[in-house]
Structures are given as structure tokens and as C-alpha cells.
């Protein structure tokens, strides 16, 4: 069974940093994409972030985060990280990793076999 557990959610001004952090269990990151999602309130569901299979394939972020957010993937620890700096008020929402990418949209959540509980973040201004 796959268990994917983010943390590092928190309260934080604007223009602070922090990283979330996605561990996974029963699922391997490894040779395999996955994405972070955000889900602010009375918002949809939206894609920040997709990782490739591939540690030489290109990273895609949403404008909105572009140049502010960085994902990465440990192998050893089977974990991948969302570095987010210079937050702003609207970044706030809840965080999901999501993993088990099916074919379509890669910023489409409906794409994502496997999801974890998500964590919080409040940027406040």
C-alpha cells in the first residue's frame, strides 16, 4: 500500500522561506515522476510543481511559483522536498504531493494514482 506523508507546513510571513517534504512508503520515487499540489480555499486544486522520471528531464513549475520554488528528489531517503522562498500571501493553501502518474496533464490532478494528506501553509503579508 502507498503511503505518501508531507510535512513542513507552517505559518510564515511573507517573503520567508520554507520546505516541505514528502516521504514516501510503497512507492518508490526513484525512475519515477511526481508533482506537488496546492489547493488554497474555495480553489480548485492546482499543480505547482512536476519532477520527471528522469533526473536529466526538465522540471515544470507554475508561473506563479517559477523562480521562487524549487522541487528535488533524495533517492536514498526516498523523499522529494518543495523549497519554496520569497512567499507571498497568495501561496497560501494546502500542499499535496502526489505520485503514480497515469498519462495526461501533468498539472492535472486527475492524473495522480497516489496522494498524501497535505500540509498547511499561511503566508501572512
Known amino acids: 500500500q502507498v503511503h505518501l506523508v508531507e510535512s513542513g507546513g507552517a505559518s510564515v510571513q511573507a517573503g520567508g522561506s520554507l520546505r516541505l517534504s514528502c516521504a514516501a512508503s510503497g512507492y518508490t520515487f526513484r525512475g519515477n515522476s511526481m508533482a506537488w499540489f496546492r489547493q488554497a480555499p474555495g480553489k480548485e486544486r492546482e499543480g505547482v510543481a512536476v519532477?520527471?522520471?528522469?533526473?536529466?528531464?526538465?522540471?515544470y513549475y507554475a508561473d506563479s511559483v517559477e523562480g521562487r520554488f524549487t522541487v528535488s528528489r533524495d533517492n536514498a531517503e526516498n523523499t522529494v522536498y518543495l523549497q519554496m522562498n520569497r512567499l507571498e500571501p497568495e501561496d497560501t493553501a494546502i500542499y499535496y504531493c502526489?505520485?503514480?502518474?497515469?498519462?495526461?496533464?501533468?498539472?492535472?490532478?486527475?492524473?495522480?494514482?497516489?496522494w498524501g494528506q497535505g500540509t498547511n501553509v499561511t503566508v501572512s503579508s
Open positions: 519532477l520527471p522520471r528522469s533526473t536529466s528531464g526538465k522540471i
Open positions: 502526489a505520485a503514480g502518474f497515469i498519462g495526461g496533464l501533468i498539472f492535472s490532478p486527475e492524473t495522480y494514482k497516489h
